[in-house]
């Protein structure tokens, strides 16, 4: 059959185009790059079907995406504006498809999610490219799907598997799809080709299958039990129950109530501050890896570690389970021996969790040659050193390595603060030097801060977060400082959670308050299983830097000075019985914060959750607002993509600095001035954020 049109496409909008194939419309959706239905694709499908329906020539209508996929949904970049609800809405679109006598086929490639598949939903019959997606991912933006996805899903596929998709936002292929009953035929050429004589011969049907028509049995789902299921702490939470509350609604409802109790649950998640937090957080990631300043990347072929430690071991499955081949490298066999089997105990454990067979085991196992030669890490073309803590031996390092790997090979420090500028300085390749912090577990943490020197090159920045994505990370480019953006923010936010506990709080308390706002951790608990004595051989190395006016609380170095490490040691703020990882409670800890209290001359007193929330964010927004102003971080929301993903911030509140934006910057500069006012020089405002309050700005 031929593909050419018969008629002369036309441009219904500047978004949809219109042709006729013999005596089917074809209704193509052009709205680069995902085909989002925003105002004006759900104008453009709207006036094409009305087209079709009044056209005597035409038997059928296939409705299609033009580009790489059907459909990615509704266009998120108009929520909360006029045009997102501007007629005709999807349900309009859908209706007059339902009401429409000639039969109205959904051609998916690619992708069809959330409105994209709730249109196809509304078609009356959905073919599908073999390899397509088909998902209702609303969830995942703290949303639940506002096209009626959760009123016809489960009318054509049943209500136990619709809940699951619907909750949980994961895709089904289109083979998955055709069993479950979502898509009626598999296309495995041309898509066109197959949709064509397909809507040709529903034509001669007399008449067309209505998902919202269909009879519902709901027999034997146990709502209540879902719900119990959901992990409360999951960034979006609220928005998974409000979700399996609308599939609900669909069991007890006729059609068109079900419909507006789905759009009322949406407009009431839309306008909320989690959505709005995790939306912020999509785009963010999206934006993370875009680096100004050109650079071409590279390929990188063989990765080697040197170092196979907890970290080296952690970063060498990292590209293992990307395809890379990796050279793990150690100076002695023991090391080498532990390192080895301390990666197939991890991956072992993840088989056992049924995530990984036997034979993805060995073959990621085999893509990691251990050597005890160094100059087996000649062959790489990037190098990452994980070796300890410290300047004198991360140079010792680049020196050597400096003098075995090949030319054009990118040398990378693993390091979580020290100065890149200094390990490069040891190298005659300052340009090939770059930093890659990686966050523990780094086989499982998404987060990559790709540390930029004064002399990193431009290609080596862009292949590395290349890279990067490659092996699933999140990368943000930051800047050479103490700490770059992560950990220079945490030396802030644990400063003022020793204060507190000098001023009266518990450990317990402190971090009881932080967990419940939604951190993954409280900041004490936190330091106890990162190792204290990492943090207190920083604090002594930037002893002699620290201003002589400035207060600052022993309470952390008295506990180390005990020989109290964290969990390592089974004690640091809390005790911890032998194997176990539990934080209980210590007299011990009690009565150094006494004794440091008295002798910095402070009355304790009862400390409020509210003021332990309230100074923690407070100082990671302020040295946030600093780093920005610095330009250490490209962007503001590069500091919330980092404290998401590597510092366990709630998703659900898109970062520290979106969350300033949430309480209102001038508000957020008004709390700081009045813990200046009351705490001292600390708290002096970045002039960043004075200068956007000045400016009447609302954002970053």
Known sequence: MSLTATSPSRDLSNTVRYALHGRVAVIFLDNPPVNGLGDTVRRGIHEGLALAQSDAAVDAIVIAGAGKAFCGGADIRQFNTPAATAKPMLRDVIAAIEASGKPVVAAIHGFALGGGLELALGCHYRVAQAGSRLALPEVN?????????????????????ALDMIH?????DAGAALAAGLVDAIAEGDLLAFALPYALERAAQGSHPVASRRALNADGV??????????????????QRAAIDCVEAATRLPIEPGLDEERRLFDALVEGDASKALRHLFFAEKEAPRVSGGGRAGQIGRVGILGAGTMGGGIAMAFANAGYPVTLYERD???LDRGVALIRKNYEITAAKGKLDAAGVEARMARIAPSLDVQDLGQADLVIEAVFEDMAVKQAVFRQLDAVCKAGAILATNTSRLNIDEIAACTVRPEAVIGLHFFSPANVMKLLEVVRGAGTGADVIATCMAVAQKIGKIP????????????RMLTGYWREAGFLLEEGASPQQIDGALTRFGMAMGPLAMADLAGMDINW???????????????????????????RFGQKT???YYRYEPGSRQPLPDPVVDGIIEDCAREAGIVRRPVSDEEIVERCMLALVNEGALIIEEGIAQRASDVDVVYVHGYGFPGARGGPMFHAQTLGLAATLEKIRALRHEHGEHWKPAPLLERLVEQGATAF
């Open 141 to 161: 933006l703290g949303l639940v799907p506002g096209g009626g996805g959760t009123q016809r899903l489960p009318r054509l596929i049943g209500v136990m598997p």
């Open 168 to 172: 949980t936002g994961k895709p089904l």
């Open 222 to 239: 146990d709502f209540a039990a879902t719900r119990a299921r959901l992990n409360p702490k999951a960034r979006n939470a609220i928005a």
């Open 333 to 335: 066999q023991a090391a």
């Open 476 to 487: 943000v480019l930051v800047g050479v400082c103490e700490g770059f953006v992560g950990n």
């Open 537 to 563: 051989a920083t604090r002594k190395r930037l002893a002699p830097t620290r201003p002589a006016h400035l207060r600052y609380s022993k309470v952390a170095d008295r506990i180390c000075e005990l020989g």
């Open 570 to 572: 089974q004690a640091g």
